[in-house]
């Protein structure tokens, strides 16, 4: 059984058409008292990540959320 506090974090990835819905996909997840930490978006590359990205911080007992949200 895991943890319900255990920490996650996920990548969303997107391309230049999806820009505006991951955009308003990370103020949603900017309101949510779930999200722990959302990160920037990145237009381009970054460290391994290939694509544009960005990353949402959150416990394991918000996961099944998070996955419906995206």
């Not at 969303?12 to 990370?26: Q, T, V």
């Not at 990205?53 to 419906?68: G, K, M, N, P, T």
């Given at each position: ?67 419906a949200a995206?």
């Amino acid at each position: 059984m895991t943890n319900p506090d255990a920490p996650y974090h996920a990548h969303i990835y997107f391309d230049a058409a999806e820009r505006p819905a991951a955009a308003a996909l990370r103020d949603d997840f900017a309101d949510d008292p779930a999200i722990l930490f959302v990160g920037g978006m990145t237009d381009g590359a970054a460290g391994p990540h290939p694509v544009a990205q960005y990353e949402v911080h959150f416990l394991a007992r918000s996961q099944d959320a998070v996955v419906a949200a995206i």
